[in-house]
């Protein structure tokens, strides 16, 4: 068949293309159907088992490193290693190059850290040579902070290389890995990492409600008392997992903490990061190569990660943005806004329970789109809607 009908559905049952919250199984919800008390040592047991996994994914020794648990978003995670970790006295360089880059720098102002910024365009990454150059100017900066995945654009950044400077100038080296840790594989020991922040409800396909910190445990008791915050003190918060088995200094969000233990469990069973990074980044191609059959270019060249794309619109083509999501949200999937500001872009994640079979649908609902309002010829060229999907098909095929 070479035709697609399309009734919209309830709105409230669809599939999110975005780069987390994201879509999860049923399993996984399944799990915060239990109430659990804090003080258990059942549910100290299920956070400790946490711990070693995620040290484990990161192909860490847990002689060297450790991992803490913070109630709350990602972001809480960034705010509580930069507001722990960097002292009075000493000064953080930010390579930033998006959005999230750019609140670290927020947040450094919010809590009068000392930093420098740099900063690259949103298609470009930091560049290693650009970072030595800068610690060789300014030996006063002891950290360096960069953002792995920049969901701004989908950019992955060179985190390896920037690390290899920074600890040449014996820097301490942050990564926010909030959307690729899990659905990229990163070897941050090896790597020289020291602290990487991510988050429940990102590649390892849970649900908002805490973010994750794997931590080098030298650098970690070396920030003792350095901290600016009660809640966000990343010290405290390990030692109270450490002296308490598993206990979270305040309330813990047992329901998220249930539902990430089972979607660890469903990750091994999927094949780990290896199988997990494949079927995103063969999601990735496949949506490129279809979207690009309706006119959609990306907006990247270079560096494209496997986690979200940002698409520009059909050149001389004037599309609404908000009547396209309302369109293909009523019809079983959520897409997400652009984020740049120089141009008119939109971007759709795939990662979470997302498979081929959703990226050919969801790819069907743009034609779809286009061919009701009247802009598929002007889109594709053709004004056929059976011969364009003809051709997104067989471009879909190839980029498997």
Sequence with gaps: MTTITAQPTMTDDYKLLTPGPLTTT???????????????????????DIRANLLELAHCDPDTYTTVLMQG?????????????I????????????????????????AGIAYTLYREPNDRIPDAGRVETILDEDPSITHVSMV??????????DIESVA????????????DAMSSFGGVDIPVQAWGIDFIVSSA??????VPGFSFIICNTAKLEASRGKARSLSLDLWDQWDTLERQHGKWRFTSPTHVVLAFSQALREMRAEGGIEAR????????????????????????????GPIITTFTYPQ???????????FIKERGYAIYPGKLTEEETFRLGNIGEIYPEDIERVTELFTLYLAERGLLAACTGNEDIATVLDAMRAAGESAR
Excluded: P
């Design 26 to 48: 049923r399993t996984v919800k399944e799990q915060m159907l239990v109430d659990h008390c804090t003080w258990d040592d059942d549910y100290k047991a299920i956070t400790q």
């Design 148 to 157: 792995h995945s920049e969901t701004t654009s989908g950019l992955l950044n």
């Design 316 to 326: 001389g083509v004037s599309i609404d943005f908000a009547d396209m999501y309302a």
């Design 164 to 175: 290899r400077v920074a600890h040449q100038h014996d820097c301490t080296m942050i990564v």
């Design 277 to 304: 990074h494949e079927r995103y980044a063969r999601n990735n191609r496949m949506l490129i190569a279809r979207m690009k059959t309706l006119g959609f270019g990306t907006y990247l060249h270079d560096h494209q």
């Design 73 to 85: 978003s990602g972001t809480f995670g960034v705010e509580s290693v930069l507001t722990s970790v």
């Design 87 to 110: 002292g009075t006295d000493e000064k953080v360089l930010i390579c930033a190059n998006g959005a999230y880059g750019e609140r670290q720098a927020d947040i450094c102002r919010h």
């Design 201 to 206: 409800n990102k590649c390892i396909q849970g």
